[in-house]
């Protein structure tokens, strides 16, 4: 499992908009938008999304997202929130257009968001999204209240392409 610096500060930033100004929006692809953002003199590049659907038993909880970062030249890091702190030791589960399945995995550390497990993981995910036409995401909070977010990927491989040209 992988957890860095630079994934809890992305993420930091999508959950705390006061830092908003730092962020600038560079494009948007249908659904997906392309951000670029300076931290401490480096440019870091990342497209996000808000779910077209929301359903589930939770009562009450924050915006979820899915985000994919731009890491390097080789790596993205896959990421989604679904508003609210996973249960402790769950994994999300991904369906893309009800057929393809995969996983994310939750951290203590950083209840909030999921992950893919390693940069293999990422690069199936990226490419199931490059192919698909909707993506559902399945998680339950730690207070057992459950979610499941569907996200239309109308526009995510031309804002990928624009994510990794921006950071080249």
């Not at 659907?53 to 924050?62: D, E, F, H, I, V």
């Not at 994310?104 to 497990?117: C, G, I, N």
């Not at 998680?139 to 921006?166: C, N, P």
Request: contains cysteine.
């Amino acid at each position: 499992m992988k957890i860095t610096f630079f994934s809890i500060l992305v993420i930091s930033i999508c959950l705390i908009f006061s830092s908003a100004q730092a962020q600038q929006l560079v494009k948007t692809h249908g659904d997906w938008n392309v951000f670029t953002l300076q931290s401490k003199g480096e440019k870091m590049c990342y497209i996000a999304s808000s779910p077209k659907k929301k359903s589930g038993t939770y009562n009450k909880r924050g915006e979820p997202y899915l985000i994919v970062t731009h890491r390097s030249k080789e790596t993205d890091e896959v990421s989604a929130s679904a508003g609210y702190p996973f249960k402790q030791g769950s994994t999300v589960q991904l369906s893309f257009d009800k057929d393809t399945k995969m996983e994310l995995f939750t951290t203590v550390e950083v209840p909030e968001v999921s992950w893919a497990k390693d940069s293999e993981s990422d690069k199936k995910i990226v490419a199931a999204m490059k192919k698909g036409v909707e993506l559902t995401i399945s998680g339950e909070s730690r207070e057992k209240s459950t979610s499941k977010d569907v996200y239309s990927l109308k526009g995510f491989t031309k804002a990928y392409q624009e994510m990794k040209k921006a950071c080249k």
